[in-house]
C-alpha cells in the first residue's frame, strides 16, 4: 500500500488549507484513514480520524476548524483546515489502516504565518 500526501503550503493565518492522500495498491477495503501531525520538537499527535462508515473523531484543538473525509471509490482522505493557526504549522501525515496494518504517507508541510 502506497500513500501519497498533497496540498500543504504557506498559507496566512486565517487561512485555509486543503490536504489530499490517495492510496493505491493491493487494497481490498480501508478501515480507518487518519491525519498525524508532527511539529519541530513535538511528538506525532493525531489530528482527526474517519472510519468507513463515516464516523469521524478530531482532537480537540481543531474541533470546529478542521474537517476529514473520504472518498471511498477513490481510496482518498481528505482534511479541511479552516482558520488556520502559527500553532497549526507542522508536517501533516496520513495513516491508512489495511489487514491490520497501518500505513503512512510521506509527510506534507503545512506553514502558518501569523
Known amino acids: 500500500v502506497q500513500l501519497q500526501a498533497s496540498g500543504g503550503g504557506l498559507v496566512q493565518a486565517g487561512g485555509s488549507l486543503r490536504l489530499s492522500c490517495a492510496a493505491s495498491?493491493?487494497?481490498?477495503?480501508?478501515?480507518?484513514m487518519a491525519w498525524h501531525r508532527q511539529a519541530i520538537g513535538n511528538q506525532r499527535e493525531q489530528v482527526a480520524v474517519?472510519?468507513?462508515?463515516?464516523?469521524?473523531n478530531y482532537a480537540d484543538f481543531v474541533k470546529g476548524r478542521f474537517t476529514i473525509s473520504r472518498d471511498n471509490a477513490k481510496n482518498t482522505v481528505y482534511l479541511k483546515m479552516n482558520s488556520l493557526k502559527p500553532d497549526d504549522t507542522a508536517v501533516y501525515y496520513c495513516?491508512?489502516?489495511?489487514?491490520?496494518?497501518?500505513?503512512w504517507g510521506q509527510g506534507t508541510q503545512v506553514t502558518v504565518s501569523s
Open positions: 495513516r491508512v489502516w489495511v489487514g491490520g496494518v497501518n500505513y
Open positions: 495498491g493491493s487494497i481490498s477495503s480501508i478501515n480507518v
Open positions: 474517519i472510519t468507513s462508515g463515516g464516523s469521524t
